[in-house]
């Protein structure tokens, strides 16, 4: 492991036990999902703003003008690296609540800021414990506090787009949110995945798609909502592939 990469884990703990203990106690008091997803947006774009600064990493945010920062929507990006989130929670406007798998929640002071500030947890092994999960936090939102998920479900190691998995469709059409789809690049490079967690200088850009509309739609116009999505996180540029 790289000395610069110690060093850069030690910024991360520092950071961490700075920012995060007293937002965390906050959270515990704070009553309401929405409540406390208005207090985790200033937290997560703080924590990631002064992680970004000391990596000297920039965040080039692409489309915004194309979703209205007072509507909620059902964010689904692509996922390439750790970096992914710090950069969404920099470039996104709505606060929003990150579907997480379980075993986040197990390390400590990161994890209980997750838990204490309205994040949703689900255990990807049990589909229903997940949807259940999901569906319980749909009901506790309101205004424009959003919904950001990683539908392909975990870091893709070679960089090409995994299967996307039907858990954040069947969440969109249920609350009734238009879907957004999120492309992120230049994140892999930032911090490949599988390595030591080093991150280099550089960029990287959250380009967001015209909302897609789920009013009307059902379980079965799923593969098409999702076949839509991948042509988004896939594609070159702003414009919406079949649409």
């Not at 947006?41 to 990493?57: I, N």
């Not at 280099?200 to 789920?214: A, C, Y």
């Not at 909502?225 to 988004?232: N, Q, S």
């Amino acid at each position: 492991m790289r000395v610069t990469t110690i060093f850069q884990w030690i910024f991360v703990f520092v950071v961490t036990v700075i920012l995060l203990p007293p937002f965390i106690v906050l959270g515990f008091f704070r009553k309401g999902l929405t409540g406390k997803g208005r207090l985790f947006r200033p937290l997560a774009k703080t924590y990631s703003k002064v992680l970004f600064t000391g990596f000297r990493v920039r965040v080039v945010p692409r489309g915004f003008e194309r979703i209205d920062p007072q509507r909620p929507y059902v964010f689904m990006a692509n996922h390439t690296s750790i970096a992914d989130p710090l950069a969404l929670a920099i470039a996104t406007p709505q606060p929003f609540h990150c579907v997480f798998k379980k075993e986040l929640a197990r390390i400590p002071v990161f994890g209980w800021a997750l838990l204490s500030l309205g994040q949703i947890m689900v255990d990807r092994e049990d589909t229903g414990q997940a949807r259940a999960s999901i569906g319980r936090s749909i009901s506790g939102l309101s205004g424009n506090n959003s919904i950001m998920i990683f539908p392909e479900g975990w870091v893709s190691r070679d960089g090409s787009l995994l299967p996307l998995k039907k858990g954040g469709f069947h969440l969109a059409i249920q609350a009734g949110l238009p879907i957004v789809p999120v492309r992120i690049e230049g994140a892999r490079q930032v911090c490949p995945p599988g390595g030591s967690g080093h991150f280099h200088k550089g960029v990287i850009s959250i380009e967001v798609f015209p909302p897609l509309d789920v009013r009307g739609k059902t379980e079965a116009d799923i593969p098409d909502l999702a076949e839509k999505v991948r042509g988004c996180l896939e594609s070159t540029g702003g414009i919406l592939p079949g649409g």
